[in-house]
């Protein structure tokens, strides 16, 4: 079946570091991949997303590639802020149905 | 409001009870799913909508989980006979695409559900 790993937190930084959170997957054909994010209070909401092979996701700073070679697509920002303090789940969707991995929290302190 | 609304938002029952848990998507989305999260993980998927009917349940863990969607746009997960492990938070989400497409999801905040 479909399956989502990602790099297992918390992860704490501080401003203006550079961030890197790994996503693998694993896949029957052709998936497309997501990073959603979840603010403390809020709901999952869409980052960034790619539909296909060497696509690059981009939002808010954050950039992600999808690389089929190694069926990752890893979250990276080269600046991060207090406000990006967040929850940060990789998916994969594919006929219908998302998978998601467990999650990474991220704290960013001043 | 325009988002996509969940309630109630928090529900204590005991263990044995019935619990109906609502989800109203954001007007238009013709595909509608229900996903679990329990503390630590991400969603886990329970059943997708596509208008009224289920185009997969697969996720439903046994058969005192139900959902359906008469109408084509409110759903409700119903759970028979609760039990503690049926602890967690509910999300509903909506998308404008069929799972076909790499639409996007739009969730609710969730219903919190505790069984004591």
């Known amino acids: 079946g479909n399956s989502v790993t990602q790099m297992e937190g918390p992860v704490t930084l501080s401003e203006e570091a550079f961030l890197t959170i790994n996503c693998t997957y694993t896949?029957?054909?052709?998936?497309?991949l997501f990073w959603y994010v979840q603010y403390p209070g809020e709901g999952l909401q869409l980052l960034l997303k790619?539909?296909?092979?060497?696509d690059k996701g981009s939002n808010k700073g954050f950039e992600a590639t999808y690389r089929k070679e190694t069926t990752s697509f890893h979250l990276e920002k080269g600046s991060v802020q207090v406000s990006d303090s967040a929850v940060y789940f990789c998916?994969?969707?594919?006929?219908?149905?998302?998978?998601f991995g467990d999650g990474t929290t991220l704290t960013v302190k001043p | 409001g325009a988002g996509v609304s969940q309630t109630p938002s928090n529900k204590v029952t005991e263990k044995g009870k019935y619990v109906e848990l609502r989800c109203d998507p954001i007007s238009g989305h013709t595909a509608l799913y229900w996903y679990r999260q329990s503390l630590g993980q991400g969603p886990e998927f329970l059943i997708y909508f596509q208008g009224t009917g289920a185009a997969d349940d697969s996720g439903l863990p046994n058969d005192r989980f139900f959902a359906v969607r008469p109408e084509g746009s409110v759903s409700t997960l119903k759970i028979q006979r609760t039990e503690r492990g049926d602890s967690a938070v509910y999300l509903c989400?909506?998308?404008?695409?069929?799972?076909?497409?790499?639409?996007?999801?739009?969730f609710g905040e969730g219903s919190r559900l505790t069984v004591l």
């Open positions: 998916a994969l969707r594919r006929a219908g149905k998302s998978t």
């Open positions: 989400a909506s998308s404008l695409l069929d799972g076909g497409a790499a639409g996007e999801l739009f």
């Open positions: 896949a029957t054909g052709y998936p497309s």
């Open positions: 790619a539909t296909k092979a060497d």
